[in-house]
């Protein structure tokens, strides 16, 4: 197990470079292989499948994918069909975690790991290939002067490291190098969103440590380094870039008609062109879908409102506040290697329920 997580580990940082293209817009990646291995190993040497049952999230996860796959008999395609698979596999990765026998501090250092390698590949990109207009022609936004490391985008690269500053404080309790180079790595990603939830995460912390004068001098420390940070690329990376935010808005409206359209089932998982992650599922699976996963979004608090750790209870608040802030501008809770985050979290909350 110990040799398929530094499998999982280096496929992951690997990013769009592991990534096999199988038609239609669907992607296989290496990580989604090293998984099915995991999961293999776990069933046949530690009794995964009879004890599926026993943990606390079961429940919602199986009745998330009871409704996605009623959707995809109202919307039947293959693409949607793998989209809810991979989804199923990765909610299955959080039972792997569960009858490991890696410690739940393991798998936290494990998170902190990739983020601050992630934080270091984005710096030597950014001085060494800073420029990505050269792959547009593939799809790929130009993205010029800004850390997008093996990812290919700063966005999902940025609220990656704004959950591993969280991981790392937690595991540290004080700020060290880590935390500089991941802070620095978010700095040049120049994405706004993942300010956005950088700052909302920290404020929560602040709100349930009742760190007030720390948290205040951190946050105006964070927003005059936001503000006066070189911007190389130029307007592109202004923190008021005006187009963008048009774009997104009238995003969502779009994506409010179509559910309105189809609010039951919706229009199948795979579907694509959506910023916002729950209107996502609302337009991907329908109201039934989003309620079912909203539900299983309660059962996690609960789960972790249950846990005697008090440091960890504002680890998780606070990663799932900036998860939700992020979501409502990209579509990150959907996107894979937010998804694995999610379910090692979700696996260390009920290792420490159980503890």
Sequence with gaps: MILLTILL????????????????????????????????????????????????????????????????????????????????????????????????????????????????????????????????????????????????DPNYVGILLVLTIFVLVFLHRRIGWQIGVVGISLLLTYSRSSYLALLAGVGVAIVLLKRWKEGVFLGLLFLLAVVYIPKPGGDTLSLDRYDSTVSRLQNWQQTVMEITKRPVFGH?????????SILYVGKAIGLVGLAGYLLLIR???????????????????????????HSLFINSLFYPWVMIWIWVLAGVAEKYYLE
């Design 299 to 325: 059962e996690q608090v609960k789960l972790v409102r249950r846990s005697k750790n008090k440091s960890f209870r504002v680890l998780y608040y606070a990663t799932l506040t900036a998860l939700i802030v």
């Design 268 to 276: 199948g998982l795979g579907v694509t062109g959506t910023d916002s």
């Design 9 to 152: 580990w280096m496929s992951l940082l690997s990013g769009q470079l592991g990534a096999i293209p199988l038609g239609d817009g669907v992607i296989l990646y290496t990580h989604d292989i090293v998984l099915c291995l995991m999961i293999v190993v776990a069933v046949v040497r530690y009794g995964l499948i009879t004890k599926l049952r026993r943990f606390r999230l079961m429940r919602p996860i199986t009745l998330f994918i009871g409704v996605g796959i009623v959707s995809l008999f109202v919307n039947p395609t293959v693409k949607g069909s793998l989209y809810l698979l991979r989804w199923a596999v990765y909610s299955i990765f959080y039972g792997v975690i569960l009858v490991s026998p890696l410690s739940r501090q393991f798998w936290l250092w494990w998170l902190a790991s990739f983020g601050v390698a992630l934080g270091t590949l984005g710096l030597v990109q950014f001085v060494w290939y800073p420029d990505l207009r050269n792959l547009w022609y593939l799809g790929w936004d130009p993205h010029y002067y800004r850390v997008f490391a093996t990812l290919l």
